[in-house]
């Protein structure tokens, strides 16, 4: 198998690492997903990983809880599973790298760009944590923003459904998965892929997004090499 990426980014949800349980962390699917993105470094490829917090803490159903100091809270909550990447990436030889938005310099680094680039170039996995260390913004788009900032070739958004669809598929049984769209498609029908600003961003910045299922694992490295999963918006 030949990757038909140099460089993705891989942006997962935190509730991906929980697993069956719902909430924190499953290591048995926190290994599973590492062992995959070995693979793809195995094969050349240079991952920068995004993960979202939705296994610890979600801002938006905070309540009453001041806006801001909510998100700072899932900010935290995704510092927590960048970790727990990171130990997994090192358990399996994959030589890892933790850079945060928000400075916490006795257990990661603190986003620099040069760095993180260099990194990448030497092989290492970089873990973005702390969202883009703004109140407001979403994970998705500081996946949006440290792909334009890394210069990947293709956002890999991993997901608990098969791609986009035009409806929930979930409570609508006819629901119609789309195989291609624009970015433009994607905001004017409103399909919740990401948040607008991340999908404004990727649209001015022309890089490719790719929505596929990630209960499979093995997706990942179908997507690195160019298999027809998911679905692909450019």
């Known amino acids: 198998m030949k990757p038909v990426y140099k460089r993705i980014l891989l942006k997962i949800s935190g509730e991906v690492l929980a697993g069956e349980k719902g909430t924190g962390i499953d290591f048995s699917k926190v290994t599973d997903v ?3 993105v070995k693979k793809c470094v195995d094969m050349g490829v240079e991952v920068c990983i995004v993960v979202g917090g939705g296994n610890f803490w979600r801002g938006r159903s905070s309540g009453d809880m001041d806006k801001t100091r909510a998100d700072h809270m899932g900010m935290l909550a995704t510092t927590i ?33 040069n760095k993180a680039v260099r990194h990448l170039e030497k092989g290492r996995v970089v873990i973005f944590g702390c969202g883009t260390g703004n109140p407001f913004f979403s994970t998705d788009t500081a996946a949006a923003l440290r792909g334009v900032e890394m210069g990947v070739d293709v956002i890999l958004k991993a997901t608990n459904v098969d791609g986009v669809y035009d409806s929930d598929p979930k409570k609508n049984p ?19 892929v ?3 600003t991340a999908a404004s961003l990727c649209m001015d910045n022309n890089i490719k997004i ?17 298999e027809d999963i998911g679905t692909l918006i450019e």
Do not use: W
């Open 34 to 36: 590492c062992k995959r």
């Open 81 to 113: 599973n960048s970790l727990a990447l990171c130990d997994a990436l090192e358990g399996l030889g994959v030589k890892s790298r933790v850079q945060t938005a928000i400075e916490m310099r006795q257990i990661a680094e603190p986003y620099i760009r």
């Open 174 to 192: 006819d629901a119609k998965m789309y195989k291609k769209l624009t970015h433009r498609e994607v905001l004017t029908k409103q399909l919740h």
């Open 194 to 196: 990401m948040d607008s």
């Open 210 to 226: 790719l929505v596929f299922n990630l209960n499979n694992p093995d997706n990942i490295v179908s997507a690195v090499t160019g």
